[in-house]
């Protein structure tokens, strides 16, 4: 017996419905994609609102990078571990209906103080989230290491024999000098201003707004009972765009192998009819951090 064909549907009338079982494993397909789907893997445009911004603004990759290596100092609590901004390899960002920036970036630095002969270079992945004109950007940040662990501790430790053999609590004035020259024996007073102002120039930090540690215009060590290195320095923050010096005084709480202690306050241009033109924090950096 010749099986029975079956009528094929006439040209533009409906077509027999697929069999139940199809429908239902097409289904539980759907299903298991959505469930592996990771968090926020939406892409722009979609239920989360963000959207790629075609065009960057200038400079933003430049402001993000800096913003995250002030942010990995601060963290990292380690005058050895310094580091600037050698790149930018790739950026990109994308905004939402809150006009909040976010760039994910990738860039390369190098020491902050190099020696001669020195071309170590180290590569650092960010995520920053600027949060409009809010101060103060989400930021994280991972680099390679590009010093062992070690070679770090043993630098910093020296340093901090150098600065408790003081016969005399350390108080110097205008680092540079007048003419931008730092004298060597100096540079380690430098560095370490520097790692307590990259926590200040990190907090007042927005989309539009960044900062330059122009020069160290004060420093006071103070002897304490304690182990730590303490002193009180105040420094010139170059603002750009702006293009304002701002003063900040800050006091700082400095041991190799605990939290880096912050605490400032920064005298803001303001309209004279403002009342206070001022501004304080104060931070304790988290005692682990995975590069190091």
């Known amino acids: 017996m010749q099986p029975r064909q079956q009528a094929l549907p006439a040209p533009g009338g409906p077509r027999p419905a697929a069999p139940l079982p199809a429908l239902l494993l097409l289904l539980l397909l759907a299903l298991r994609g959505a469930a592996a789907a990771p968090a926020g893997s939406e892409a722009p445009g979609e239920a989360s609102g963000w959207q790629l911004d075609p065009e960057l603004p200038h400079g933003l990759l430049q402001k993000a990078a800096?913003?995250?290596?002030?942010?990995?100092?601060?963290?990292?609590?380690?005058?050895?571990?310094?580091?600037?901004?050698?790149?930018?390899?790739?950026?990109?960002?994308?905004?939402?209906?809150?006009?909040?920036c976010q760039v994910d970036l990738e860039f390369t630095t190098?020491?902050?103080?190099?020696?001669?002969?020195?071309?170590?270079?180290?590569?650092?992945?960010?995520?920053?989230?600027?949060?409009?004109?809010?101060?103060?950007?989400?930021?994280?940040?991972?680099?390679?290491?590009?010093?062992?662990?070690s070679q770090r501790q043993q630098e910093?430790?020296?340093?901090?024999?150098?600065?408790?053999?003081?016969?005399?609590?350390?108080?110097?004035?205008?680092?540079?000098?007048?003419?931008?020259?730092?004298?060597?024996?100096?540079?380690?007073?430098?560095?370490?201003?520097?790692?307590?102002?990259?926590?200040?120039m990190w907090e007042k930090t927005t989309q539009f707004l960044h900062y330059y540690m122009a020069q160290l215009s004060s420093v006071?060590?103070?002897?304490?009972?304690?182990?730590?290195?303490?002193?009180?320095?105040?420094?010139?923050?170059?603002?750009?765009?702006t293009q304002?010096?701002?003063?900040?005084r800050i006091h700082l709480v400095w041991h190799p192998?605990?939290?880096?202690?912050?605490?400032?306050?920064?005298?803001?241009?303001?309209?004279?009819?403002?009342a206070s033109g001022t501004e304080e924090g104060s931070a304790v950096a988290p005692t682990g951090f995975s590069n190091y």
């Open 156 to 200: 910093d430790y020296q340093l901090y024999k150098h600065m408790q053999q003081l016969k005399t609590p350390l108080e110097v004035s205008s680092i540079p000098d007048s003419h931008g020259h730092i004298d060597p024996s100096l540079i380690p007073i430098w560095d370490l201003a520097f790692l307590g102002s990259s926590y200040v």
């Open 66 to 100: 800096r913003a995250a290596l002030h942010f990995f100092h601060f963290r990292a609590g380690s005058p050895s571990a310094l580091r600037a901004l050698a790149s930018v390899q790739r950026g990109r960002a994308r905004i939402n209906s809150k006009k909040e």
């Open 257 to 274: 192998s605990k939290p880096l202690k912050v605490k400032y306050h920064c005298q803001e241009p303001q309209p004279p009819e403002e």
């Open 110 to 149: 190098e020491r902050y103080n190099p020696k001669e002969g020195e071309e170590h270079l180290g590569k650092c992945s960010a995520q920053v989230l600027f949060k409009n004109e809010k101060p103060g950007p989400t930021i994280n940040v991972t680099c390679t290491r590009f010093m062992e662990k």
């Open 220 to 241: 006071q060590q103070w002897k304490t009972d304690e182990d730590a290195i303490d002193f009180d320095y105040t420094v010139l923050l170059h603002e750009f765009s």
């Open 244 to 248: 304002e010096i701002i003063p900040c």
